[in-house]
């Protein structure tokens, strides 16, 4: 009885500390693990980039270039790492989530300013690259990183997956 109340014990203390070794390498799990108000921001940039998308095919359909600069320009500001984060909320983004996410995020960021300069130079070819750009970053960021989310995408392959 003694003996199988140690191997009890012992085999939890494995448990634990396996599960602590996986939470701690596990930054996929990263935006779950964000603080409210940190999550709460994120959101509200990816609500607004979600209509800025669904606007700017409006103002391009009507060939309202200046419109679709003005959107991208808005895009490009919704940018969470400019936002006015606390250090310590900078900290927390970089320490929670993986370098990938960030330099996807950047990325994404960058293309809207590109698609802005697009737009203000009335450049068509180049506005309908750099939104396509745009438009493959939100699929290919939330499958790699908002699953919980966005669950379809688990039972997708994992071929299309964002590799770097
Ligand atoms: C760099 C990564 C990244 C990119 C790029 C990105 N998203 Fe997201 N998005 C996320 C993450 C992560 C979540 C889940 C946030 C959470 O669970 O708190 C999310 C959530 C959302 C949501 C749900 C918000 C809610 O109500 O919970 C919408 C809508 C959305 N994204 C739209 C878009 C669109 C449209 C694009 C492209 C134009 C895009 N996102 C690009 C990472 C990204």
């Given at each position: 009885m003694k003996h199988n109340l140690s191997s009890t014990i012992l085999t939890s203390v494995l448990i634990f500390l396996t599960c602590s070794a996986t939470i701690t390498n596990a930054k996929d799990v990263g935006v779950e693990s964000l603080s409210i108000e940190v999550r709460e921001i994120l959101t509200k940039e990816m609500l607004a980039i979600d209509s800025a998308m669904k606007e700017i095919v409006s103002a391009n359909s009507s060939g309202d270039t200046e419109k679709v600069a003005l959107i991208a320009r808005q895009i490009k500001e919704s940018f969470i790492l400019k936002q006015g984060l606390t250090k310590h909320q900078k900290h927390e983004l970089h320490s929670k989530l993986s370098s990938d996410f960030i330099s996807q995020d950047k990325a994404f960021h960058y293309m809207a300013g590109m698609l802005e300069h697009a737009a203000t130079n009335n450049k068509p070819e180049l506005i309908g690259f750099y939104f396509l750009k745009l438009f493959e970053a939100c699929s290919s960021c939330h499958q790699a990183y908002a699953k919980h989310r966005?669950?379809?995408?688990?039972?997708?392959?994992?071929?299309n997956e964002h590799t770097h």
């Open positions: 966005f669950t379809k995408f688990s039972n997708q392959s994992k071929v």
